[in-house]
């Protein structure tokens, strides 16, 4: 396929980096393609960032058929602009894809329209410590139909948003608070797929955390409401006494790249890196036994964020001292020093732009 490029006519003006936000801010230009079966994937393009016109009864608003994605493009000290493992984003989405029935797209080629577009948005990607360029690659249903089956019709558009750190309050311990009235999804269903129903099935239990001053919830399993599955927009992991430890992927849990880059180079530094099962009650009585060492979680959003506090029921337990642990600091120092170009990249993880 050959990529059409059509230029803006007019150019936003950029917002101040030290006051970006996350996610408030768009670029001037989006990559397009649509999909039908005569055609399959078919004119892709690069046009100005603009609204999109649908048909009411747009299959997408109905049924909620719709995969997305989330990675960053980072600015080194020499101006440079690279990407963090987005061959793993666009291998992931597709998979997504297959699991809610939506035709999958020619990876390598999405790769190489995305590159010409951050290319072309070049100067939104800021160089302000801690920012960078989110991308949002999103395939939507597009068959104005209302009746339950797959659509036949679909757009693939991604868009671009200058971002400052997730968290506002900067690299520090979050309180998280254990989900015991809601599930978020459950094996065999779609809790593995990055979809819009799993984090519209999130939303309750998360304004309920925060209502309860907590910063996110701390997500069970949607059987048995004992294991440990992930946080709200996170993966999560726990040092116990001096082992590393994260869920094991069950078919209910997303996949995140930035969990097995923690796994890697946890083992890459010959620490003993575990996934399998968790319960919260063994969280709470290694906290109990003094052998509750680290809790934190993984993202593309915040890469690492330390956990402070855990909420369960009526109990509410601390980690460690109060600070951020050694080996979370360690981890998040090391992945944000590969995505900006100021360590060596041990694994092949970075593609240039």
Known sequence: MELAIHLADDLKTKTDESNLGFGIHFTDHMFNMDFTPEKGWYNPRIEPYAFMEMDPACMVLHYGQAVFEGLKAYRTDSGNIQLFRPKDNLKRMNRSCQIVCIPEFDEEFALEALKELINLEKDWVPDTPQTSLYIRPTIIATDPFLGLRASNTYRFFIILSPVGAYYAEGFNPVKIMVSHDHVRAV??????????????????????????????????????????????????????????????????????????????????????????????????????????????????????????????????????????????????????????GQAEDPCGWIEFV
């Open 187 to 340: 094996r065999g269903g779609i809790g593995e797929a990055k979809t819009p129903g799993n984090y519209a099935a999130s939303l309750l239990a998360g304004q309920n955390a925060k209502e309860n001053g907590y910063s996110q919830v701390l997500w069970l399993d949607g059987i048995e409401r004992k294991y440990i599955e992930e946080v709200g927009a996170m993966n999560i992991f726990f040092v116990l006494d001096d082992e590393l430890v994260t869920p094991e992927l069950s078919g209910s849990i997303l996949p995140g790249v930035t969990r097995d880059s923690v796994l890697q180079l946890a083992k890459m530094w010959g620490l003993k890196a575990t996934e399998r099962k968790i319960s919260i009650d063994e969280v709470m009585q290694t906290e109990k036994s003094g052998k509750l060492q680290e809790v934190f979680g993984s993202g593309t959003a915040a890469v690492i964020s330390p956990v402070g506090k855990i909420k369960w029921v009526d109990k509410e337990i601390a980690i460690g001292d109060g600070q951020v642990g050694p080996l979370t600091k360690r981890l998040f120092k090391k992945i944000t020093d590969i995505q900006y």
